[in-house]
Nanobody
Framework: QVQLVESGGGLVQAGGSLRLSCAAS????????MGWYRQGPGKQRELVAALTYGGGTNYADSVKGRFTISRDNAKNTFYLQMNSLKPEDTADYYC???????????????WGQGTQVTVSS
């Protein structure tokens, strides 16, 4: 069974940094598109950063220059480095990936369980 497990959230002061990790496990033959989303209190879930298999990246305007998405292919893990955090970055963060499942040889979208990030002013 394929799953994504997130880690790295927590409480940080404004201006601080956190790194979120999303580890994929299970019967995987490929991971293509990867992304981080967030959902703040009373808000809709929004895309924060995306990374394609070819290395292309896309960031929300609100995080450009502060957040970086990256991956470690050998570990089937991808990351979101968050610097210069602001109180408005407070949200539940979710990872998402399109994963090729070996058992079925099909690509399926998976979500992590979410991790809370709280930025205090």
């Amino acid at each position: 069974q394929v799953q994504l497990v997130e880690s790295g959230g927590g409480l940080v002061q404004a201006g601080g940094s956190l790194r979120l990790s999303c580890a994929a496990s299970g019967s995987i033959f490929s991971i293509t598109a990867m992304g981080w989303y967030r959902q703040g209190p009373g808000k809709q879930r929004e895309l924060v950063a995306a990374l394609t298999y070819g290395g292309g990246t896309n960031y929300a305007d609100s995080v450009k220059g502060r957040f970086t998405i990256s991956r470690d292919n050998a570990k089937n893990t991808f990351y979101l480095q968050m610097n210069s955090l602001k109180p408005e970055d407070t949200a539940d963060y979710y990872c998402n990936a399109r994963i090729g499942v070996r058992d079925t040889m099909r690509f399926v979208d998976y979500w992590g369980q979410g991790t809370q990030v709280t930025v205090s002013s």
